[in-house]
């Protein structure tokens, strides 16, 4: 959201809330695991070596350990999990589409949200006081159909049905994984319902670092950032099924994978996250962050990736994102900025940014947010330009901290 830890931060308020109320680290009322029905939604290269951008810091004991300047991103332990943080996650969406042309948007997420540092006792010694909570969330949109399926599962994962590991299997809860496939491929399987994923991705350019000195910031002062990469543009290819039609679909993929213990930063109500593929052979990721009193965090920032696979980090001052269309959610008159004008006045970029369909909101209460695919047309330095991504849109159907439902994620609605 891209992305950065702070979707998870949002997300696991509510859960914690859940586990203090059941009373005991780990403990979620109702049950081992919780899967949610599925929402459906109706709209009228390789590169295996060490990446060197400095050197680690450790916390003290007993703390979590704090994104600091100077990590190296080091392939493929860096695709594993990393429990001395105490958020994580592994978040792939792409554009798909069948052979006769037909376009699918879809989105598969597994969250890891620390409980306790490493090294900190339980408190007992019942298997259910965990460590970490593991959830996630998958969506298919269907643009044709005007269709837009989403589901959450939530998990301990006490007897192993969900987890993380350093490869191959990265993550998994019940049925849904994502597989580290040699070096620089993927394996996702999603199944709910309504819809299924079934998807095979093969990098096609080499990882990319954002930020600068091995951390991505995302507000001032020490901590208020995450380590952060991206599998820019992968290649992809599979089955998607919705409502029992099964379809194999070819197209590419971005994956992010993003870890780090601190939180929203003061005064900061939601985020604009944007990934761009484009046809000259380019990727671009740009965020806002936005403030309670309407402004940009300064800290907002982006990456430029070339057809080469080299990266510019871009401050906020490279580049210029202005709302063009709204759409107004029928649940929660959340009111999200679905197209977008952007510019990157340095390199004689300009886009204009729409979606296929408007409704691709994921509204798990109480957590809602927008996250779809989109497209995008322009010029760079004259010549036309087009591409296609996702956009992440939070804060729009209220507050990300001080969430006060307990059990989030326990269930969820259809839409028609």
């Given at each position: 959201?891209?992305?950065?830890?702070?979707?998870?931060?949002?997300?696991?308020?509510?859960?914690?809330?859940?586990?203090?109320?059941?009373?005991?680290?780990?403990?979620?009322?109702?049950?081992?695991?919780?899967?949610?029905?599925?929402?459906?939604?109706?709209?009228?290269?390789?590169?295996?070596?060490?990446?060197?951008?400095?050197?680690?810091?450790?916390?003290?004991?007993?703390?979590?350990?704090?994104?600091?300047?100077?990590?190296?991103?080091?392939?493929?332990?860096?695709?594993?999990?990393?429990?001395?943080?105490?958020?994580?996650?592994?978040?792939?969406?792409?554009?798909?589409?069948?052979?006769?042309?037909?376009?699918?948007?879809?989105?598969?997420?597994?969250?890891?949200?620390?409980?306790?540092?490493?090294?900190?006792?339980?408190?007992?010694?019942?298997?259910?006081?965990?460590?970490?909570?593991?959830?996630?969330?998958?969506?298919?949109?269907?643009?044709?159909?005007?269709?837009?399926?989403?589901?959450?599962?939530?998990?301990?994962?006490?007897?192993?049905?969900?987890?993380?590991?350093?490869?191959?299997?990265?993550?998994?809860?019940?049925?849904?994984?994502?597989?580290?496939?040699?070096?620089?491929?993927?394996?996702?399987?999603?199944?709910?319902?309504?819809?299924?994923?079934?998807?095979?991705?093969?990098?096609?350019?080499?990882?990319?670092?954002?930020?600068?000195?091995?951390?991505?910031?995302?507000?001032?002062?020490?901590?208020?950032?995450?380590?952060?990469?991206?599998?820019?543009?992968?290649?992809?290819?599979?089955?998607?099924?919705?409502?029992?039609?099964?379809?194999?679909?070819?197209?590419?993929?971005?994956?992010?994978?993003?870890?780090?213990?601190?939180?929203?930063?003061?005064?900061?109500?939601?985020?604009?996250?944007?990934?761009?593929?484009?046809?000259?052979?380019?990727?671009?990721?740009?965020?806002?962050?936005?403030?309670?009193?309407?402004?940009?965090?300064?800290?907002?920032?982006?990456?430029?990736?070339?057809?080469?696979?080299?990266?510019?980090?871009?401050?906020?001052?490279a580049f210029d994102m202005q709302p063009r269309r709204y759409w107004t959610s029928p649940r929660n008159g959340a009111r999200y900025p679905v197209g977008w004008k952007v510019r990157?006045?340095?390199?004689?970029?300009?886009?204009?940014?729409?979606?296929?369909?408007?409704?691709?909101?994921?509204?798990?209460?109480?957590?809602?947010?927008?996250?779809?695919?989109?497209?995008?047309?322009?010029?760079?330095?004259?010549?036309?330009?087009?591409?296609?991504?996702?956009?992440?849109?939070?804060?729009?159907?209220?507050?990300?901290?001080?969430?006060?439902?307990?059990?989030?994620?326990?269930?969820?609605?259809?839409?028609?």
């Amino acid at each position: 959201m891209g992305r950065t830890t702070l979707l998870i931060w949002w997300l696991s308020a509510a859960l914690c809330l859940a586990q203090e109320a059941a009373g005991g680290a780990g403990a979620v009322a109702g049950g081992e695991s919780r899967s949610t029905s599925t929402s459906r939604s109706k709209s009228t290269s390789k590169s295996t070596s060490t990446t060197e951008v400095g050197g680690g810091q450790a916390q003290p004991g007993g703390e979590w350990k704090q994104a600091l300047p100077g990590w190296v991103y080091e392939f493929p332990r860096d695709h594993g999990p990393h429990p001395e943080f105490k958020t994580e996650w592994w978040y792939t969406t792409g554009n798909l589409a069948t052979a006769d042309g037909q376009r699918f948007g879809y989105q598969l997420t597994l969250f890891r949200q620390g409980l306790r540092p490493p090294g900190v006792p339980a408190g007992g010694r019942s298997r259910f006081l965990v460590d970490a909570f593991v959830f996630g969330h998958m969506a298919v949109s269907d643009p044709k159909r005007g269709r837009f399926y989403f589901s959450q599962k939530l998990s301990r994962g006490a007897f192993g049905e969900a987890g993380f590991s350093a490869g191959p299997r990265l993550g998994w809860v019940e049925d849904w994984s994502v597989e580290l496939v040699g070096a620089d491929g993927l394996r996702l399987r999603g199944r709910s319902e309504e819809a299924s994923l079934d998807l095979e991705l093969e990098l096609s350019k080499p990882w990319v670092a954002h930020g600068r000195d091995g951390i991505s910031p995302k507000a001032e002062g020490d901590g208020h950032a995450s380590h952060y990469y991206s599998g820019t543009r992968m290649r992809t290819r599979g089955v998607v099924r919705v409502e029992g039609r099964e379809e194999a679909v070819e197209g590419e993929s971005w994956f992010d994978h993003e870890w780090a213990s601190n939180q929203l930063a003061p005064g900061q109500v939601g985020w604009n996250w944007l990934s761009l593929q484009l046809s000259d052979g380019s990727e671009l990721m740009l965020y806002q962050m936005r403030r309670a009193d309407g402004s940009v965090d300064p800290g907002s920032n982006g990456t430029l990736v070339a057809p080469d696979g080299s990266s510019r980090f871009l401050k906020l001052e490279a580049f210029d994102m202005q709302p063009r269309r709204y759409w107004t959610s029928p649940r929660n008159g959340a009111r999200y900025p679905v197209g977008w004008k952007v510019r990157l006045p340095e390199w004689d970029l300009e886009l204009e940014v729409s979606t296929p369909l408007e409704n691709q909101e994921l509204a798990i209460p109480p957590v809602s947010y927008w996250e779809g695919m989109v497209e995008a047309r322009g010029r760079r330095a004259g010549k036309p330009l087009e591409g296609r991504g996702y956009l992440e849109l939070t804060g729009y159907a209220g507050a990300l901290v001080g969430l006060s439902e307990p059990g989030a994620g326990a269930k969820s609605e259809r839409v028609r």
